[in-house]
């Protein structure tokens, strides 16, 4: 199966027997992926706290930005003008953008939504701004994104069914809009577009909108409005439900998601990409992934332990430094820990996705999975050892 | 001129004939120290923002860490438990530590002074504290530092000239306690001592303090109490009065300077090493050193420059990264904003010193000097266009 345009290709190469996971590999202007992937968050076009090299050596291989952000700040102008978004953050590998619509939603002031696009304030300064499909596109093209997402409209949840209905129809409306867009303005010759699902946790909504997006001219398919809250086997019915309509010939891409159990759990269910802040922001507040479940470098058991945190890890933080230093420097608040930290977390997801990708390969996905399983204590099983 | 003890040595091998300039080499039990020599600060085991390798990666050759606040945190029993603090914080060159006198008087509550040594509390939690000369030497050596500092009595000035007089009779008599403690631990096989010249801005005082500290078996002689708000003239009157005492075949080092104009000023005067928090600290406010002067990355007129900020500069954020960029990491708050300036700063006084001893080793000091002057604009000249 593959897909290809002068300036993208996906080509899934292995399936699991026993699920839905697949094997595959994506090819942009700026490098290969391999799929399945995590992609970390660099919304300010900066992956927080870290260079280019490290994030690259934690074996990230695509990055993603936040147009929202990147449109108020440094601007259009400013990135073009610096001959592009990887050349301004000096990340020469694949960037893809989401398409605003998100962060206007959550983040700004005063979003109201118009056929023709949303208008709102930014949450910097107040200044009133509008983004519609088209300049949505425009944008993301413009500062040279290798794939671009399309505008959709999210609801807050709870929400009534009529709503979400509503939002849902404007999205696939505006997903063509989108494809016009970008294929005027060229895209194709140097970027892909996504499309993305909406549908909130009504499964005939998903069904729905996962249907019209199969049945566009885009790249890749994303699914958006999960992981917002909803309880994790709700995630789950609403990810295969639109995995069964999607395109198996097109990579899909789970947003927002996130945790190392998600990984696993998406990837059973056919995901090829995702990408969230999770691991970063965790990393900020001292909660570190181990292959027991995350911790907290902060508590005092980690003050006398005077060898790695994970001495499976081979990030510069486990190399390099104790427990006990990390623990001093969250301590101490010294930003050397916030990127230690930041280096560790990224590494434990990323070799979460090698370890998927190498049981794909063997053929050996669901004991990888169970092992992990029987192994990783996810966040609600390990809440009482971590608040003490 | 050589003084050696097991775990020390210093040469000069190089005089400039017009000024007290003089090239020398120190041997320290962690490496070789080329001076004059800058000595960046990582008070709380960090240097600011950066990986030990980063530091090296500026030209820094030694570094300097903070007695006060590492007794107070992590505190000397996990850092011995560590295997000492080079292997604690992953710095493998020397580490010269400060005797904990000069932040107890400028950071803790209550501080009292005894003939005993002095009480006071810590700025972390209140708890109480005691150091005396013994017990400085005693956590030096026991942490593991290459140079270790004797405790001095500082007085805030202004001060009356009794109460002056009196603390630098305390500095004088303590001298001869550390040089006692450091002998009976044997210090000389582990570590080199430095005693400290105090005296304010009396320049009998300062002749008497720097006598006393000259008359006593040390293995080098710091200058305190200068560069704490007196005007350049001062600093420089002082220094000449002090050098003019010290011995000349022992290390002279600056405590607390600097600044780019008085790291050469100090040299000018036989200075051989300098420490200062001021280019890390400057660079997490966004004041980066250029050859013609400070200047604030978060001016708009730096939003649209996509070249380095100093295009004669090898560090990573001059050689990877634009003034553009910088400036929107400035302005987003990123982290790596912090991160890339302090290195930015760490590497131009680093270029400082190499220049420095460039020339004295092709005997054209004061030339350099001179073409330094005639491109760098302090501060002071410099603070109309800064504030803009």
Avoid at 79 to 94: E, I, K, S, T
Avoid at 156 to 185: K, Q
């Amino acid at each position: 199966m593959e897909v290809t345009s002068p300036a993208f290709a996906f080509t899934v190469f292995g399936h699991d027997l026993a699920t839905g996971a697949r094997r595959g590999r994506m090819t942009t202007v700026h490098g290969v992926v391999e799929t399945p992937a995590f992609m970390p968050v660099g919304t300010q076009a900066s992956i927080k706290t870290l260079l280019p090299q490290e994030v690259r050596g934690t074996g990230a291989q695509i990055i993603l930005a936040n147009t929202y952000h990147l449109m108020l700040r440094p601007g259009l102008d400013t990135l073009v003008a610096a001959g592009g978004l990887h050349r301004f953050m000096g990340w020469n590998g694949p960037i893809l953008t989401d398409s605003g619509g998100f962060q206007i939603f959550s983040l700004a002031g005063n979003a109201r939504v118009r056929e023709t696009g949303v208008t709102f304030r930014s949450h910097i300064d107040g200044s009133p701004w509008e983004l519609g499909p088209e300049a949505s596109i425009s944008l993301q093209l413009g500062w040279g994104s290798d794939i671009v997402m399309a505008l959709d409209h999210l609801v807050g949840l709870p929400a009534d069914s009529a709503s979400v209905r509503d939002a849902t129809d404007r999205t696939d409306r505006w997903l063509n809009r989108c494809v016009t867009a970008f294929n005027e303005l060229g895209g194709q010759e140097r970027a892909a577009l996504f499309g993305i699902c909406q549908g909130g946790m009504d499964g005939k909504l998903r069904r729905y909108s996962a249907q019209a997006v199969a049945d566009t001219n885009v790249n890749g398919c994303a699914i958006g409005g999960l992981s917002v809250g909803e309880p994790k086997p709700v995630m789950a019915e609403m990810l295969e439900i639109v995995t069964a309509v999607l395109p198996r010939d097109k990579p899909r891409y789970l947003m927002g998601v996130g945790s190392p159990e998600d990984l696993w759990m998406g990837v059973a269910r056919g995901v090829d990409m995702f990408d969230c802040v999770l691991p970063t922001r965790l990393a900020r507040n001292g909660a570190l992934f181990t292959p027991e479940g995350r911790v907290s470098i902060k508590q005092r058991r980690f003050a006398n332990l005077h060898g790695p945190l994970d001495p499976d890890c081979d990030c510069v933080a486990c190399d390099q430094f104790t427990a006990a230093y990390l623990h001093h420097l969250f301590r101490a608040k010294e930003i050397l820990g916030l990127r230690l930290a930041s280096i560790h977390n990224l590494r434990f997801l990323a070799r979460q996705v090698e370890d998927i990708r190498r049981s794909l390969d063997r053929n050996a996905f669901a004991p990888a999975h169970a092992a992990f399983l029987e192994r990783y204590r996810p966040v609600a099983a390990a809440a009482t050892e971590e608040t003490v």
